[in-house]
């Protein structure tokens, strides 16, 4: 799942799961912190009522002696009284005097010593709940003159099933928060997504030459709806310069090639009026001459508007009769030079983008190619499919580009050393440049060893985030 | 036959003119978009070579409206504006061709007499003849002098456009945007290299050459006797 996968690598997602684990971690702490102190407080509760019982044991034996102590002992192990409490006293040689114990316990540990109380824990097996049982219990040992003990102890099974418990609920309580955070953090990062993706959207088929385009607003008014509503005033700002260019380089247009043009027409008048042929061969140089400032002035003004590119619509077109008849135009021109001329055309491929400027990139490619490759060489030209992406590559035996000018080679007017003295203005590949940035094409120069390959990688028609 | 020229340069105007009336046209020239279609709508013209960018009414403007009154002059536009947008907006309001600013007046005399000559032009036609060559439409079939010529596919839509305009000169503009379908200017001079080759094939066989080179100006396919 795709969508899944962006949606996980999302920044909102990232932040709810972060927020959701800082929570989740404090959760824990205060969590923690109720256990350990429940479990404090009711171990020192067992514990003060125990030393309160041994401490009016005392004072009872102080008062009425052993006899007073047995019958005290009776009164709290008469059956007919409820009681939580464990007793045993034993005479020498640890013999029960009395007690709800039958024996002294076997299992018995000593803990540590707090003050002159002595403290133990041991296991009974219980005999009064249904089936037999065993309880912990905590109980604290007490000496009297003549060798006899006293056990007085609490059964304290029920407070470490109340810890159990609460350690469960409070991991159940950690799950819930950490569930409900992730499942939050999706659905959160999800609408917020949504909302992006569509500014994202917008923006690709922006800088795909469609300036018209506007993000919509969500009637909210938060930073995403603050940050569309500035995007907005921005494209408007850049749509109203480049009508504002637009203008200028039409205006240039006319403008400039106006007086050329009538340049041109007086050279033309005088070669017809001209009767000396020398005079009419010169001034038909300069006719020549004007046409090539006036090719090269055409050609940056198209270079200029297929970067701004601000076509009313791209249309899909298909491109194996496009490179088919580009190759049919220059075939004649490679087999003049001997060249093996091999077309290879997948004919499913689809590409978004303004007919006459495709043609003219490719034809502009192949004009290179058959130009700069020496007789007896081999052109071939390549159209594919790669992964719904359609891919034309196009390759030559020729004296190819050093990979140090591969950047230098789109600039306008650039002229490599090696070509300076072959026709050309330096506005081929400039003009190339200006499509693939326009129709979001990716151009790749590499060593065809020997010689140039070219290959463009136009979008996925479907993907290429223009209306269909 | 007469021709109005619409244009605001007066330089430019001057030319064309003078170009068109050494070919034999009669010209009228009007020197803003108003007059421009006060006199199309008034005269009768065989072609009108209008200019898209005009003081008051531009060029569009005033095709549009020629062509409301029913008025099917052939028109011409001339522009500084080459995009194929541009030239798309031209042909759908009326105008019959585009050519950009700067041209030769060769260009310029070439497309009248295609458009002029397109005019008369009635039906759909299937069988072509210039002299002993003969071109068959719909059997794809190319004979000259009786010996059947084998041709390319483009070669044969080449000829085809030659024999079309058979006696006409044709420049290597007008073969690029017909048989192309290209509005734009190759760098090398393809269009040369693609007649040399039909050459080798229609001519070089045989004892007389039917396809001429018109110096600066381009081809024509013309019987030499």
């Known amino acids: 799942m795709p969508r899944i996968d962006r949606l996980i690598k999302t920044t909102t997602f990232r932040l709810a799961l972060l927020y959701t684990a800082l929570f989740a971690g404090s959760v824990g702490v205060l969590f923690i912190f109720v256990f350990i102190n429940t479990n404090i407080f009711a171990e020192r509760q067992v514990e003060a009522a125990i030393q309160t019982e041994v401490q009016s044991f005392q004072e009872t034996y102080q008062r009425t002696g052993l006899t007073g102590l047995i019958q005290a002992i009776n009164r709290r192990i008469d059956p007919n009284v409820r009681t939580d409490g464990i007793y045993l006293l034993t005479g020498a040689d640890q013999v029960r005097v009395t007690g709800n114990l039958l024996s002294w316990p076997n299992n018995l540990t000593r803990e540590d010593t707090v003050g002159d109380e002595i403290w133990v824990n041991f296991t009974i097996v219980d005999m009064q709940k249904a089936g037999p049982d065993t309880a912990d219990v905590r109980a604290l040992l007490f000496f009297i003159q003549g060798g006899y003990q006293l056990l007085v102890g609490r059964d304290i099974r029920d407070s470490r099933e109340f810890r159990t418990q609460l350690l469960r609920s409070l991991n159940i309580g950690i799950g819930f928060t950490v569930a409900l955070g992730v499942l939050g953090g999706f659905l959160f990062s999800r609408s917020i997504m949504g909302r992006v993706e569509r500014i994202t959207q917008t923006c690709r088929r922006i800088m795909r030459g469609d300036l018209s385009q506007r993000i919509e607003g969500s009637g909210t008014e938060d930073e995403l709806a603050r940050l569309s509503e500035s995007v907005n005033e921005m494209l408007d700002q850049i749509e109203r310069l480049m009508r504002g260019l637009r203008e200028v380089s039409d205006n240039v247009a006319h403008d400039l090639r106006t007086p050329l043009n009538r340049l041109r027409a007086r050279l033309e008048v005088a070669v017809s009026n001209a009767v000396d042929p020398k005079e009419k061969a010169e001034l038909q140089e300069a006719i020549e001459e004007a046409d090539g400032l006036l090719s090269t002035f055409s050609s940056l003004l198209r270079i200029a508007r297929a970067e701004a590119s601000l076509k009313r619509s791209f249309d899909v077109l298909s491109l194996g009769p496009i490179v088919e008849n580009v190759a049919d135009l220059y075939r004649p021109l490679a087999e003049d030079k001997d060249i093996a001329f091999n077309v290879d055309i997948d004919f499913g491929c689809n590409a978004r983008g303004d007919s006459n400027l495709i043609a003219q990139t490719l034809a502009n490619l192949t004009d290179n190619a058959v130009k700069y490759t020496p007789d007896g060489g081999s052109v071939h030209l390549h159209v594919c499919r790669d992964d719904n992406k359609a891919v034309f590559e196009i390759s030559d035996t020729g004296s190819g580009i050093p990979p140090e000018l591969h950047e230098k080679v789109f600039e306008r007017l650039y002229r490599m050393e090696s070509s300076r003295t072959s026709p050309g203005s330096g506005l081929g590949l400039s003009l190339v440049d200006a499509v693939v940035k326009s129709h979001g094409l990716k151009l790749k120069l590499s060593d065809n060893a020997p010689g140039l390959k070219v290959t463009l990688i136009f979008p996925d028609v479907a993907e290429s985030g223009l209306p269909a | ?225």
């Open chain 2, 1 to 225: 036959m007469r021709v109005l020229v619409i244009e605001d340069d007066l330089t430019a105007a001057g030319f064309v003119t003078k170009g068109l009336q050494e070919a034999g046209y009669v010209v009228d020239h009007a020197e803003d978009g108003q007059k421009g279609l006060d006199l199309a709508l008034s005269e009768p013209y065989g072609v009108m070579v209008v200019d898209r960018m005009l003081p008051g009414l531009n060029g569009m403007a005033i095709v549009q409206q020629v062509r409301e009154q029913d008025i099917g002059t052939p028109v011409l536009f001339l522009s500084a504006l080459g995009d194929v947008e541009d030239r798309v907006d031209g042909l759908k309001a009326g105008g019959d061709d585009y050519l950009v600013k700067p041209f030769a007046m060769a260009e310029l005399l070439a497309r009248i007499e295609a458009l002029t000559r397109r005019g008369k032009g009635g039906g759909e036609v299937t069988h072509l003849s210039v002299g002993d060559l003969e071109l068959d439409i719909l059997a794809r079939k190319v004979m000259r002098q009786g010996q059947r010529v084998y041709l390319h596919p483009r070669e044969f839509r080449l000829l085809e456009y030659l024999m079309r305009h058979a006696g006409q000169v044709v420049t290597r503009t007008m073969l690029l945007e017909n048989v192309w379908e290209y509005h734009f200017d190759p760098q090398t001079n393809v269009i040369d290299v693609h007649i040399s080759r039909l050459r080798q094939k229609i001519d070089k066989p045989f004892d007389s050459a039917i396809l001429q080179t018109v110096r600066g100006a381009g081809y024509k396919l013309e019987p030499t006797d």
